[in-house]
C-alpha cells in the first residue's frame, strides 16, 4: 500500500473523501439517468457506455446522451423508431460531431438488437454468463465500454461489485490510494463504491484534477 506519496500528509479517507466531495458523480447520474434495474435506464447506460466508448471527450459523450433521452430516446423501442437523422441531430446538438453519423447508426443497430434478443429488457443481460462476452455483442462496445458498463451498473447489480478496471487503479495510484479492491472499497461504504470509481477515473484523465483533490484533502 502506498502510505503517502504525493496526498500531502492526508489520510487514505480524507483523501477518498475529498474525492467524492470534488469528483465523485457518476457518469450515469451526470448524464441524467435515475439509474434503477429497470429497462430503461439500463438502456440508457449502455447507451452512454457507448458514446464515453467513443473517442471524445467524456463531457461531450455525456453531453450527447442528455441529448438523446431529451429528445425521447429513453429505451430501445423509441430508440429504434427514431430516425437516423434525428439521432444525427441530437448527437451533434451534444457535441459529438466528429463521429454522429457511424455511431447515429450503431446506436439504431443496438436499439435493434436489445428488442430482439432480450425483448427490450436489458435485466435479461443479467443473466448471460460471461455478462463481458455478452456486452461486446452490441455494435461499439469495447473493452472499455464493457468496464463503463460494470463500473456503473454495480449500483443496481451488486454482485459485480467492486468492479475495479486498469483505469480506476491507476486513479488510485495517482492519489496514493490502495490499488487492491479489497482495501480501497473498505475506505467507503457499499454504496458509494460507484461514486468511488468514477471520481478515480476522472483523476487518472486528469492531473489537475488529482492535484486539486489532493489539495482539498490535506485542508
Known amino acids: ?25 457518476t457518469y450515469a447520474a451526470q448524464a441524467g439517468i435515475r439509474l434503477r434495474n429497470t429497462p430503461g435506464p439500463l438502456f440508457q ?18 453531453a450527447s446522451a442528455r441529448e438523446l433521452f431529451d429528445a425521447g430516446m429513453r429505451d430501445a423501442k423509441r430508440m429504434a423508431e427514431a430516425s437516423w437523422q434525428q439521432r ?8 459529438y460531431r466528429r463521429y454522429d453519423e457511424s455511431t447515429a447508426t450503431r446506436l439504431g443497430q443496438t436499439a435493434e438488437k436489445v428488442l430482439e434478443r432480450y425483448g427490450g429488457d436489458l435485466r435479461r443481460l443479467r443473466e448471460r454468463h460471461p455478462i463481458a462476452e455478452a456486452l461486446r455483442e452490441f455494435p461499439g462496445i469495447g473493452p472499455m465500454g464493457v468496464d463503463i458498463f460494470l463500473r456503473e451498473v454495480q449500483a443496481v447489480w451488486p454482485e459485480y461489485a467492486p468492479h475495479m478496471d486498469a483505469k480506476v487503479r491507476d486513479g488510485a495510484q ?19 463504491v460507484p461514486r468511488l470509481t468514477a471520481g478515480l477515473v476522472r483523476v487518472a484523465l486528469d492531473k489537475r484534477l488529482a492535484e486539486e483533490v489532493r489539495s482539498l484533502a490535506a485542508r
Open 1 to 25: 500500500m502506498n502510505s503517502g506519496s504525493g496526498r500531502s500528509g492526508a489520510s487514505e479517507k480524507e483523501t477518498v473523501r475529498a474525492l467524492l466531495d470534488r469528483a465523485g458523480q
Open 45 to 62: 447506460l449502455l447507451v452512454l457506455s457507448q458514446l464515453l466508448s467513443g473517442r471524445i471527450r467524456a463531457d461531450a459523450a455525456v
Open 88 to 95: 444525427v441531430d441530437a448527437l451533434g446538438r451534444g457535441g
Open 174 to 192: 495517482r492519489l496514493g490510494l490502495p490499488r487492491s479492491p479489497g482495501p480501497l472499497t473498505r475506505l467507503v461504504g457499499r454504496e458509494e
